[in-house]
């Protein structure tokens, strides 16, 4: 008997809490003047907007990224000797500049979508080798499909096919670019795959034996 | 009688010495002394270009004329095919790999690559322009052949 009584008891009481917290909302300050109120709203609004794009930006880091094991251990490791790590000039791309795009919309739209990775990590779907080497081609689709479906927008943030010049490319570089990039048949990555990560089983893959 | 001996020994010691400081001046190794490390060549970019380069002979394996860096040719994948198998040849120009790499060691053919031929690299590589560091007084055959006598056999 007691022990059904206390949650309804606490039941009412929230309920009674939220309908007083409505009242006092709904219901014009008699405390406050108007301005404070704009004005405390705008700053709270500052404050809250700052702290959310803070914590976007320190979720687009690559030391947030390789923080994790999956990352660090695996791709982070294959794209240490690759072109975009280690080069000549010294310019290079870091996981969110190829990973997350650019674009505010399409951002939040993938980090949406980076909960199911969260989901991931606190799970354990890829937390040994072998795991990820079993997730491995699911995972580079994913990245695939995004590139395929926006023009490859994310390479295209560093190399406009508008600045490239073909006289300065080897002669089998120039020539592909001028047949299939500048006419728009293709896109990147549907040449350039598994330049930044070693590739997955590639059989089916059109373009790939 | 031992002071001629002694002498003997040691201009013999001089003319050995100086001829092995002879020998190690020529060769790959170049000045270095033997029991030192000489200074790595220079790196060079690896040629790269579309132009096929002429066979030293005929079984040569074709050399690649182009930079193949990062190109993985492993269990999942061969990036090598992508341009250079059967199917892909129409977008690539490139040139299709041999019909002789459909061949397994039975002689048999196979509808694609025999695993024994997967692996490029084993038989191709790519060049890099250096300049031989020994001489090399390799005679192509069409050049022996063209000795030959007016009239002579062929």
């Not at chain 2, 191709?124 to 056999?153: C, E, W, Y």
Request: hydrophobic share 40%; aromatic share 6%; with cysteine.
């Amino acid at each position: 008997m007691t022990a059904t009584e206390v949650p309804a008891k606490a039941r009412r009481g929230v309920i009674a809490f939220a309908l007083e917290l409505w009242d006092v909302l709904r219901r014009p300050s008699s405390v406050f003047g108007l301005g404070v109120l704009v004005l405390a709203g705008f700053v709270a609004g500052v404050i809250f907007w700052g702290a959310f794009n803070t914590a976007l930006e320190v979720t687009n880091t690559e030391k947030f990224c390789t923080s994790c094991h999956e990352m660090r251990d695996n791709v982070f490791a294959e794209l240490k000797s690759t072109v975009h790590f280690s080069n000549r000039s010294g310019v290079r791309a870091t996981c969110p500049d190829c990973h997350v795009p650019h674009n505010w919309t399409d951002k939040i739209a993938r980090k949406m979508q980076a909960s199911k990775e969260v989901w991931g990590k606190i799970f354990g779907t890829i937390d040994t080798r072998e795991k990820f080497l079993d997730h491995r081609l699911e995972l580079a689709l994913h990245e695939w499909a995004r590139m395929k479906a926006n023009d490859s927008l994310e390479c295209r943030n560093c190399h406009g096919a508008d600045s490239m010049d073909t006289t300065k490319q080897s002669p089998r570089a120039s020539v592909a670019h001028q047949r299939f990039l500048f006419t728009g048949e293709k896109t990147c990555i549907d040449c350039h795959k598994g330049i930044a990560h070693k590739l997955p089983d590639m059989k089916g893959i059109p373009g790939w034996q | 009688m031992t002071r001629i001996l002694s002498l003997i020994l040691a201009a013999a010691l001089v003319i050995a010495a100086s001829s092995l400081a002879a020998q190690t001046q020529s060769g790959l190794r170049g000045p270095t002394p033997l029991d030192t490390e000489g200074a790595a060549a220079r790196m060079t970019p690896t040629r790269n270009t579309t132009e096929k380069e002429v066979r030293n002979y005929p079984e040569q394996p074709p050399l690649i004329p182009h930079a193949i860096e990062g190109y993985q040719v492993d269990l999942n994948g061969n990036k090598c095919l992508s341009c250079h198998a059967r199917a892909r040849t129409g977008e690539s120009q490139a040139p299709m790999l041999s019909i002789t790499h459909f061949m397994d060691r039975d002689g048999q053919f196979l509808a694609s690559v025999s695993p024994r031929r997967f692996f490029c690299t084993q038989c191709h590589v790519p060049q890099h322009d250096v300049k031989a560091p020994v001489a090399n007084d390799f005679t192509d055959i069409d050049t022996l052949l063209s000795r030959a006598p007016p009239g002579g056999r062929r």
